[in-house]
Nanobody, 128 residues
Framework: QVQLVESGGRLVQAGGSLRLNCEASGRTIVGYAMGWFRQAPGKEREFVAAISWSGGNTYYPDSVKGRFTISRSNAKNTVYLQMNSLKPEDTAVYYC?????????????????????WGQGTQVTVSS
């Protein structure tokens, strides 16, 4: 079992930056591909970013590409989401997710594959 706890969400002005953290416990995240998702009120959950367990491969949808960066520290059992140039439409609850374990260190889990483990989420609010 992998337990995930997100933190770092808060109110921020449009154009600002924020870094979300996802701390894992229960077992090492080595071998686990990680992802970030978000869900705004009244909307479906949306994929935001994914990273392989080696950290060398990432994937983003067009909506956040160039503004968001996913990274990880396997030594700290933590995954990060750096968000820059934030917009009011980025307002949502952000969730961290893990899937695996995978033998392939370059494997990125796309949103078409259901992630196995999920955190409880952290609220990000971007004011205009």
């Amino acid at each position: 079992q992998v337990q995930l706890v997100e933190s770092g969400g808060r109110l921020v002005q449009a154009g600002g930056s924020l870094r979300l953290n996802c701390e894992a416990s229960g077992r090492t995240i080595v071998g686990y591909a990680m992802g970030w998702f978000r869900q705004a009120p009244g909307k479906e959950r949306e994929f935001v970013a994914a990273i392989s367990w080696s950290g060398g491969n990432t994937y983003y949808p067009d909506s956040v590409k160039g503004r968001f960066t996913i990274s990880r520290s396997n030594a700290k059992n933590t995954v990060y989401l750096q968000m820059n140039s934030l917009k009011p439409e980025d307002t949502a609850v952000y969730y961290c997710a893990a899937d695996g374990p995978y033998a392939d260190p370059t494997r990125v889990v796309l949103p078409t594959t259901p992630y196995k483990y999920w955190g409880q989420g952290t609220q990000v609010t971007v004011s205009s």
